[in-house]
């Protein structure tokens, strides 16, 4: 049987994206995103919760993003979830991170003229090496 992979979001950007490259030159630009939910608790008030995601997003696409994204812009995002793991060494831990792949961004807030979709060309090979990793 198939299965699916799919994140679609919708929501603000927490602070202004950070670009960096691999140690094979791809570009690669992180970024928290929020969205809001909510629901009524058991006295009838409406409790306001925001969840926090990052998002990655690869090559000529990310150098492109770098210069239109930025803190409190309002962005669709569609990506597939990832988790990498890596030990941190000075805590002697196992550590994780969930991360969304961006495979497509679009900029919805009235700030940038260019209201379009980016689709995301990622790389044949993504870093899976830790040391390969800008973050």
Do not use: C
């Not at 919708?10 to 490259?21: R, Y």
């Not at 009524?40 to 210069?67: C, M, P, Q």
């Amino acid at each position: 049987m198939a299965s699916l992979n799919r994140a679609t979001l919708i929501g603000h950007i927490g602070q202004d994206p950070e670009l960096k490259s691999t140690t094979n030159g791809t570009a690669v630009l992180n970024f928290n995103m929020a969205t809001d939910d909510g629901y009524f608790d058991k006295n009838n008030n409406w409790v306001e919760r925001t969840e926090w995601h990052r998002i990655v997003v690869f090559g000529d696409t990310a150098e492109r993003l770098a210069s239109r994204l930025y803190r409190g812009g309002f962005v669709y995002v569609e990506g597939r979830l990832q988790t990498r793991k890596w030990e941190d060494e000075k805590a002697g831990v196992t550590r994780s991170i969930t991360e969304i792949i961006a495979r497509a961004v679009k900029v919805l807030d009235k700030r940038s003229n260019e209201s379009q979709i980016s689709s995301v060309q990622e790389p044949e090979e993504q870093p899976n090496d830790e040391e390969d990793l800008p973050f």
